[in-house]
């Protein structure tokens, strides 16, 4: 049983350059959320989806960032334009209902030069 | 402002001891908590749940108690061993929503 997979593990931007973080939830999972979280802090709520819904996008910032969730393939965090601030590690969590347990995958560390 | 919080930063416990991680929350219509481990450089793990209509539950070296009177939650780990040494958090989630609202998270350091 695959857990939450992300891709990649590391990734390096110059400023003004666009970020791609990936996330496959566990099998059997359709919820999806990313989470943000900054050095020495906790974790951030950015938004929730369903398959091919954004439910809650409360916690993301309203420009630059988008995500997204298929029909088919994985959800997709988009950071576009990326400046210094966004340097941070973004993690995906998976559940199987809308009540279900959040299961984290490793994150991606997204490093802004 | 509503929010989940700790009590400590950094626990520091001998190996074989007990340990208790505290978490204080103000949102009264929260209904779920969870505790995550965290090591460095990996993501959240699961540890334990509880739901509003409990006041404790148990798992393997790990009990949650959950004290709605007072807004209070605590995780014993009991018998801490070095591969406990973790940054913890409490999350809460609040009844109507799917998101987690993370505290800041406290340290344990165990030394052997």
């Known amino acids: 049983n695959a857990g939450v997979m992300q891709n990649p593990r590391h990734l390096v931007r110059r400023r003004g350059q666009e970020a791609r973080l990936r996330c496959s939830p566990m099998?059997?999972?359709?919820?999806v959320y990313w989470y943000r979280q900054l050095p020495e802090e906790g974790l951030k709520f950015m938004v929730y989806?369903?398959?091919?819904?954004?439910?809650?996008e409360s916690g993301m910032p309203k420009e630059r960032f988008s995500a997204e969730f298929p029909k088919e393939g994985p959800s997709i965090l988009r950071i576009q334009q990326v400046v210094r601030g966004d340097s941070a590690a973004y993690f995906c969590?998976?559940?199987?209902?809308?009540?279900?347990?959040?299961?984290f995958g490793p994150g991606t560390r997204l490093t802004v030069l | 402002g509503e929010s989940v919080g700790l009590h400590l930063p950094t626990l520091s416990v001998q190996e074989g001891d007990n340990s208790i991680i505290n978490c204080a929350y103000s949102n009264s219509a929260s209904d779920y908590f969870i505790w995550y481990k965290q090591e460095s450089g990996k993501g959240p793990q699961f540890i334990i749940d509880?739901?509003?209509?409990?006041d404790k539950r148990q798992g393997q070296r790990v009990t949650v108690l959950l004290n709605k009177t007072v807004k209070h939650l605590s995780l014993q780990i009991a018998a801490t061993q070095p591969g406990d040494s973790a940054v913890y958090y409490c999350a809460e989630n609040r009844k109507g929503f799917q998101k987690l609202v993370f505290g800041t998270g406290t340290r344990l350091l165990v030394s052997p």
């Open positions: 989806l369903q398959k091919e819904n954004i439910i809650d």
């Open positions: 099998k059997g999972h359709s919820h």
């Open positions: 509880i739901r509003s209509n409990m």
């Open positions: 969590a998976s559940s199987p209902s809308e009540v279900g347990t959040q299961y």
